[in-house]
């Protein structure tokens, strides 16, 4: 697994309401805060985020727009296979993909996909409801990894429930 500098580190664990978190060029989750992981279990360090979304059948129960979702990760994957050097590793992650998911392999065998930077991922959280949150992709300076800051609307019932959930957190923390 990559190394991620411990100044990046420190930054996204100091970002107590903004979930974070880097991810390598194939999107395996490098390094992530407490927000991210209460948000999601993918956002866990390990976990390679097109695996949890095309693999994993609870990520259709929790993410009402499983197919925006699906499509951005296809489109990183199809930028990441285009560069000049392909990710170590991303031929066996998309023939494992391609095996074991009929659903990426029709996104894969789609047009190309238009790669947006930041992209809307809705989520039925189990503790706090119904989520909102805006994701930016910042590519982080003479490196292949990508550091993920989520956001949501300021007064938004998105920005309550977010708050709530690292209320949560703080709470658990002083237990």
Do not use: C
């Not at 296809?74 to 296979?81: E, F, G, N």
């Not at 994701?135 to 429930?161: C, I, M, N, W, Y």
Request: no cysteine; hydrophobic share 45%.
């Amino acid at each position: 697994m990559e190394h991620v500098d411990h100044l990046v580190v420190e930054m996204i664990e100091s970002l107590p309401t903004t979930p974070a978190f880097v991810a390598d060029e194939k999107f395996e989750v490098l390094s992530s805060n407490r927000l991210a992981l209460a948000i999601s279990p993918s956002f866990r360090v390990g976990t390679n985020l097109a695996r949890a979304t095309f693999q994993d059948p609870s990520a259709h129960d929790t993410l009402p727009q499983w197919s925006d979702a699906a499509s951005q990760l296809v489109a990183i994957l199809k930028r990441t296979a285009a560069s000049a050097a392909p990710a170590p590793g991303l031929e066996e992650l998309l023939g494992e993909l391609s095996s074991r998911s009929a659903q990426f392999s029709v996104a894969w065998a789609s047009e190309s996909i238009p790669i947006d930077y930041e992209f809307v991922l809705v989520m039925d959280h189990p503790q706090v409801g119904l989520l909102e949150i805006t994701f930016q992709h910042l590519r982080l300076p003479d490196s292949t990894q990508t550091l993920v800051l989520g956001h949501v609307a300021p007064g938004s019932k998105s920005e309550r429930r977010l708050f709530a959930l690292a209320g949560l957190i703080e709470l658990l923390d002083e237990e």
